[in-house]
């Protein structure tokens, strides 16, 4: 097939941003969701264009409400023909620490909606137009260990669902096998501020006796796996859960640190 295109959920900050910078480089045309950041990811994408020659379309929509997931496939049709690879990287979180008896409905239902129920309905929109050209690929955004299906404290919800997230992947994985679509999880250690959007250069002369290789872990860290399952070559890996964490014990540090 020719050129691709891809949508990256969340795309016009932190890791969704280094990853379409990382893609755009290599000739793929990109789709950028936003849910707020309009003027952000408008800018993002005409940058992008100028540098790579790449068409690049923001598109807004809460990922999280099947209605305007679909709202938001149907924008896509005027731009672009297909959507070859979905990168589903945006997910609600909630930074306060709650233990799971003092979440609201509306909070626990947000965060299922936005992190495991929004890429069933993305990948049910997107995957039947996979089929028909017999390839897609399908990368969704965990966690270290999620595949374990972890407890993690004050993180119950997001844990919940990315850990459902972990199951439906490797699940898509099977079933679309014969179709020629692939589906992995990538799982970021603990890359936190603006070291989501930063490269690998940066962290020269940089630290982190935390980390067992001995530097921060940046967003093209991510970007580079993404890029690498993406690729028509990497067929023969679907189903996998690849942890991204410098080899730290993320949700190790975490429970030690809460106890």
């Not at 890791?15 to 893609?23: D, F, K, S, V």
Request: charged fraction near 25%.
């Amino acid at each position: 097939m020719g050129k691709k295109t891809a949508l990256i959920t969340g795309g016009a900050t932190g890791i969704g941003r280094r990853t379409a910078i990382e893609l755009a480089s290599e000739g793929i045309d990109l789709i950028i969701n936003y849910r707020h950041s309009v003027d952000i990811a408008e800018a993002f994408a005409k940058d992008l264009t100028s540098e790579f020659g790449t068409k690049n379309v923001p598109i807004g929509g809460d990922v999280s409400d099947y209605q305007q997931c679909c709202e938001m496939v149907k924008k896509v049709k005027h731009h672009f023909s297909s959507i070859d690879i979905l990168v589903h990287n945006a997910g609600p979180y909630i930074h306060e620490r709650r233990k799971m008896a003092d979440y609201s409905v509306e909070e626990w239902q947000y965060l299922i909606n936005g992190n495991l129920n929004s890429a069933f309905y993305l990948s049910s929109l997107l995957i039947p137009r996979m089929r028909n050209q017999a390839w897609g690929r399908i990368i969704t955004v965990g966690f270290d260990r999620v595949e374990s299906a972890p407890g993690w404290i004050y993180r119950s919800a997001f844990a919940a669902a990315k850990s459902g997230l972990a199951s439906l992947t490797k699940s898509i994985a099977l079933e679309e096998a014969e179709f020629g679509i692939t589906a992995n999880m990538v799982c970021p250690g603990d890359i936190v501020g603006d070291w989501k959007e930063r490269n690998i250069d940066d962290t020269v002369g940089v630290n982190d006796a935390s980390v067992p290789v001995g530097r921060p872990g940046t967003g093209e860290d991510i970007a580079r796996v993404i890029s690498f399952l993406a690729d028509k070559k990497s067929d023969y890996i679907t189903g996998s859960i690849i942890p991204v964490t410098g080899g730290k014990d993320v949700l190790g540090k975490v429970y030690r640190d809460n106890k």
